[in-house]
């Protein structure tokens, strides 16, 4: 097993192609349905640059949008979330109902051909698994295969119990597939997070990779936060277990040199007088998770660099990142000439 060649990593044309087929075509795990609970209630966020938003209508449905206004391509909401009735857009005020359709076209001037109907925003999937909101722009299978394995894996864990309690948004210059590889391996623990390292059994660290889930598993010493079982999830959402509680991730490149991780931290218990406990998980979840980006920082520069070439992957700990570059370059090169016929007719 040979990790894959640096250019996959580096090359702005590998991220074009990552954006039209990868990110367009799979679903991302985007909030918690707690956040879209009334007519109104909106999420906006990003998948890879592409400006989405997911929002419940005032006939109580739920959608989800392109974040591009359908005059001249402007950004209607701001990343983040909130309620809103009807979305203005601040170019030229164009007004759309928060079901999508356009609304109203302030000034435009009379136009025969011209009719709001025509104009309504673009719509994109949205599933809802066990409170976990999934959005895909063109998906290329349903949610529950694209889950495969995971929904067994999370039989057992009361996921609808888990309340959504706080979330951090994490940004570094480093490529998200540097970062994946990352995610997927404990043979860095001892080098990289020697705290973590004395808090588990890592002779008996064991990880399993198939059906689109990376599974990592060692029992914990003493009182670690973590319960000893952290799951990565194809092509690039996380899942790792507290006591009575769990965080998400999903892993985002803005570019193929920069990477946004958006944590979400659920609990069963949020009483505001154990706040206290469940910052300490946070804060120490955080720490650990920043250890790793000064080495994924310096490793992306060697790839840049060019002085790089594919070294052997350990069989006993890295059949995680040897499974994600499988599946990662037979998406993309399955794909590669398709996007490049469809993106040079569309120039
Ligand atoms: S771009 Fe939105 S109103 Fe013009
Ligand atoms: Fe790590």
């Given at each position: 097993m040979?990790?894959?060649?640096?250019?996959?990593?580096?090359?702005?044309q590998?991220?074009?192609?990552?954006?039209?087929?990868?990110?367009r075509?799979?679903?991302?795990l985007f909030?918690?349905?707690?956040?879209?609970?009334?007519?109104?209630?909106y999420?906006?966020?990003?998948?890879?640059?592409?400006?989405?938003?997911?929002?419940?209508?005032?006939d109580?449905?739920?959608?989800?949008?392109?974040?591009?206004?359908?005059h001249?391509g402007?950004?209607?909401?701001?990343?983040?979330?909130g309620?809103?009735?009807t979305?203005?857009?601040p170019?030229?005020?164009?007004?759309?109902h928060?079901?999508?359709?356009?609304?109203?076209?302030?000034?435009?001037?009379e136009?025969?051909?011209?009719?709001?109907?025509d104009?309504?925003?673009?719509?994109?999937?949205v599933?809802?698994?066990?409170?976990?909101?999934f959005?895909?722009i063109?998906?290329?299978?349903?949610?529950?295969?694209?889950?495969?394995?995971?929904?067994?894996?999370?039989?057992?864990?009361?996921?609808?119990?888990?309340?959504?309690?706080a979330?951090?948004?994490?940004v570094?210059?480093?490529?998200?597939k540097?970062?994946?590889?990352?995610?997927?391996?404990?043979?860095h623990?001892?080098?990289?997070h020697?705290?973590?390292?004395?808090?588990?059994?890592?002779?008996?660290?064991?990880?399993?990779?198939?059906?689109?889930l990376v599974?990592?598993t060692a029992?914990p010493?003493?009182?670690?936060?973590y319960?000893?079982?952290?799951?990565?999830?194809?092509?690039n959402?996380?899942?790792?277990?507290?006591?009575?509680g769990?965080?998400?991730?999903?892993?985002?490149?803005?570019?193929?040199?920069?990477?946004?991780?958006?944590?979400?931290?659920?609990?069963?218990?949020?009483?505001?007088?154990?706040?206290?406990?469940?910052?300490?998980?946070l804060?120490?979840?955080?720490?650990?998770?920043?250890e790793d980006f000064?080495?994924?920082?310096?490793?992306?520069?060697?790839?840049?660099a060019?002085?790089?070439?594919?070294?052997?992957?350990?069989?006993?700990?890295?059949?995680?990142?040897?499974?994600?570059?499988?599946?990662?370059?037979?998406?993309?090169?399955?794909?590669?000439?398709?996007?490049?016929s469809?993106v040079?007719?569309?120039?």
């Amino acid at each position: 097993m040979l990790n894959m060649a640096a250019r996959h990593y580096t090359d702005e044309q590998a991220f074009r192609l990552e954006r039209n087929t990868l990110f367009r075509q799979h679903w991302q795990l985007f909030c918690h349905v707690s956040q879209l609970l009334n007519p109104g209630d909106y999420v906006s966020g990003d998948i890879a640059g592409m400006a989405v938003l997911a929002i419940r209508g005032n006939d109580g449905e739920l959608r989800a949008f392109l974040n591009v206004c359908r005059h001249r391509g402007a950004r209607l909401l701001e990343p983040g979330s909130g309620n809103c009735d009807t979305l203005r857009c601040p170019y030229h005020n164009w007004l759309y109902h928060n079901t999508g359709q356009l609304k109203h076209a302030p000034w435009f001037g009379e136009d025969s051909a011209f009719n709001v109907n025509d104009w309504p925003l673009e719509s994109v999937s949205v599933e809802i698994w066990r409170g976990l909101v999934f959005v895909a722009i063109n998906p290329v299978s349903t949610l529950a295969d694209q889950l495969a394995a995971t929904v067994a894996e999370l039989h057992d864990v009361p996921l609808e119990s888990y309340q959504l309690w706080a979330t951090r948004e994490l940004v570094f210059e480093a490529n998200w597939k540097i970062y994946t590889d990352n995610f997927v391996e404990g043979y860095h623990i001892p080098g990289i997070h020697p705290e973590f390292f004395r808090a588990i059994d890592f002779n008996n660290f064991e990880t399993v990779a198939c059906d689109g889930l990376v599974r990592m598993t060692a029992p914990p010493r003493g009182d670690l936060f973590y319960q000893g079982r952290w799951l990565w999830m194809w092509p690039n959402w996380t899942l790792s277990l507290f006591e009575g509680g769990m965080n998400t991730s999903r892993i985002n490149p803005l570019s193929a040199d920069r990477t946004q991780l958006i944590y979400r931290f659920y609990f069963s218990d949020v009483n505001a007088t154990t706040d206290d406990d469940r910052r300490q998980v946070l804060e120490s979840n955080l720490e650990v998770i920043k250890e790793d980006f000064a080495i994924c920082l310096a490793t992306h520069a060697n790839y840049k660099a060019g002085t790089y070439k594919p070294g052997p992957l350990s069989p006993r700990h890295e059949q995680g990142v040897n499974y994600f570059q499988k599946q990662y370059l037979a998406t993309i090169q399955g794909s590669e000439t398709d996007v490049e016929s469809t993106v040079e007719t569309e120039l």
